[in-house]
C-alpha cells in the first residue's frame, strides 16, 4: 500500500457527461500528480501541484482540470467525456516539487460509453 | 525530446532466466532514471533508480545498467521469477520549470513462465 488513496476504484459514465477523481496523497506530501494510463499511450503525464498551486502541465485536455485543495487532497474533473477518455487514471504525490520518488495510488478506472 | 524509448514491449522468459529491459533517451537534461513495476489492478512502484553519474547499480536481482554516452540504460532482472512477472517502466527525470517532471517508457509486459 503506497499510501495515496483514489475514489472511485472503477467509474462508467456515458458520452458528454462530467466526472470527479478524488486523490489524497500520503501523509506530508505537498506534490500531486495525476498520469492517465491507456494501452496505446501508456503513462501520460497530465498535471502536477505543489501545495495548492499549478507547477508543471502535462498531456491534459482543454475539457479536462484538477486542483489541490488547502487540505491537500486533490481533484482531477473531466468534462464533455468521449469515448477516447476511457483509460485508467492514477494520483501520485511525493513529499516536495522535486518528485524524485513519487507514489502512485491505484488508480481509477474510467470508462466512457 | 522529452521522450523515453522502451523496448520490447512484451517479453517471456524460462524460470531463473535473465529479463533485459532497454531504454533509450534524447534529452540530455535527464538527470535521475527510475524504474517501476506495475502488477495487474495497481499502480506503478518504484523498483530501482539510478543518477548518470555511476554506470550500475544493483539491487538485490535487480541490476540498471546505464550508458551515459549512448544515452541508454537498462534493467537485467537475474533469476527471474515468476513473481517477477508485471509490467516494467523505465522514466527519466528532470527539472523543467519549477518543478521535477517524470516522463515514462511505453511499458514492457513481462512474463515469467514457470
Known amino acids: 500500500d503506497s499510501g495515496v488513496t483514489q475514489t472511485p476504484k472503477h467509474l462508467i459514465t456515458a458520452t458528454g457527461q462530467r466526472v470527479t477523481l478524488r486523490c489524497s496523497p500520503r501523509?506530508?506530501?505537498?506534490?500531486v500528480y495525476w498520469y492517465q494510463q491507456s494501452l496505446d499511450q501508456g503513462l501520460q503525464f497530465l498535471i502536477h501541484y505543489y501545495n495548492g498551486e499549478e507547477r508543471a502541465k502535462g498531456n491534459i485536455l482543454e475539457r479536462f482540470s484538477a486542483q489541490q485543495f488547502p487540505d491537500l487532497h486533490s481533484e482531477l474533473n473531466l468534462s464533455s467525456l468521449e469515448l477516447g477518455d476511457s483509460a485508467l487514471y492514477f494520483c501520485a504525490s511525493s513529499v516536495d516539487r522535486n518528485g524524485n520518488t513519487i507514489y502512485f495510488g491505484e488508480g481509477s478506472w474510467l470508462t466512457v460509453v | 525530446q522529452q521522450q523515453v524509448k522502451q523496448s520490447p514491449q512484451s517479453l517471456i522468459v524460462q524460470k531463473g532466466g535473465i529479463s533485459i529491459i532497454n531504454c533509450a533517451y534524447e534529452n540530455t537534461a535527464f538527470d535521475y532514471f527510475p524504474w517501476y513495476q506495475q502488477f495487474p489492478g495497481k499502480g506503478p512502484a518504484l523498483l530501482i533508480a539510478?543518477?548518470?553519474?555511476?554506470s550500475e547499480k544493483k539491487e538485490g536481482r535487480f541490476t540498471i545498467s546505464f550508458n551515459k554516452s549512448a544515452k541508454q540504460f537498462s534493467l537485467h532482472i537475474m533469476d527471474s521469477q515468476p513473481g517477477d512477472s508485471a509490467t516494467y517502466f523505465c522514466?527519466?527525470?528532470?527539472?523543467?520549470?519549477?518543478?521535477?517532471?517524470?516522463?515514462f517508457g511505453s511499458g514492457t509486459q513481462l512474463t515469467v513462465l514457470p
Open positions: 539510478i543518477r548518470p553519474d555511476v
Open positions: 522514466a527519466a527525470s528532470t527539472f523543467s520549470g519549477s518543478a521535477r517532471q517524470l516522463t
Open positions: 501523509s506530508g506530501d505537498l506534490s
